[in-house]
T-cell receptor, first 112, second 116 residues
């Protein structure tokens, strides 16, 4: 079992839909949780960053962490064709370790 | 402020040739990460430097791969000799571990390497 599991998709939705992207993990020591967005032929860019459990909202994006279930989610409201990209979850332990473990990424396609 | 800069953006070479990839960190950042991304394996960490010192190179696939940081803002990743299975997109990412710095990694645009 990989340390971080993420369904590769592709996930295809119509414009305006609510999108839910998810990752599960096995290492209970993870404390920092990130979502990166990667457009085709570009580098990953940090989208959301959360420490420990709870929700964080930024515009149309909401990141949710459930440490008891070892499950994190990214919700995109009112999805747009410009949201079409690969979304990678990443997570790391604290205590001076700065090396994240990445999921494989989920390919999202938002069609007009 | 410029982001992470990588060169070349594309490299096509023949098996057995030496390949050198270059990375310039974001100004003020002091940690550098080299990654390799393929469809099969996703994003893999190759090596991590902090303050110019290699901290973790356990991801470097074999002795054909080497990485250096000759100064605080620049790094090279060298593959010698290159093999077709090295074909991938290579990213570097930088981060600041100093007080008040950004917490997470910022990625460059990547170098797409094709070894024929």
């Amino acid at each position: 079992q990989k340390e971080v599991e993420q369904d590769p998709g592709p996930l295809s939705v119509p414009e305006g839909a609510i999108v839910s992207l998810n990752c599960t993990y096995s290492n209970s020591a993870f404390q920092y949780f990130m979502w990166y967005r990667q457009y085709s032929r570009k580098g990953p860019e940090l989208l959301m960053y959360t420490y420990s459990s709870g929700n964080k909202e930024d515009g149309r994006f909401t990141a949710q962490v459930d440490k008891s279930s070892k499950y994190i989610s990214l919700f995109i409201r009112d999805s747009q064709p410009s949201d079409s990209a690969t979304y990678l979850c990443a997570m790391r332990v604290g205590g001076g370790s700065y090396i994240p473990t990445f999921g494989r990424g989920t390919s999202l396609i938002v069609h007009p | 402020d410029a982001g992470v800069i990588q060169s070349p953006r594309h490299e096509v070479t023949e098996m057995g040739q030496e390949v050198t990839l270059r990375c310039k960190l974001i100004s003020g950042h002091n940690s550098l990460f080299w990654y390799r991304q393929t469809m099969m394996r996703g994003l893999e960490l190759l090596i991590y430097f902090n303050n110019n010192v290699p901290i973790d190179d356990s991801g470097m696939p074999e002795d054909r791969f080497s990485a250096k940081m000759p100064n605080a803002s620049f790094s090279t990743l060298k593959i010698q000799p290159s093999e077709p299975r090295d074909s991938a997109v290579y990213f570097c990412a930088s981060r600041s571990t100093l007080a008040g710095g950004d917490n997470e990694q910022f990625f460059g645009p990547g170098t797409r390497l094709t070894v024929l």
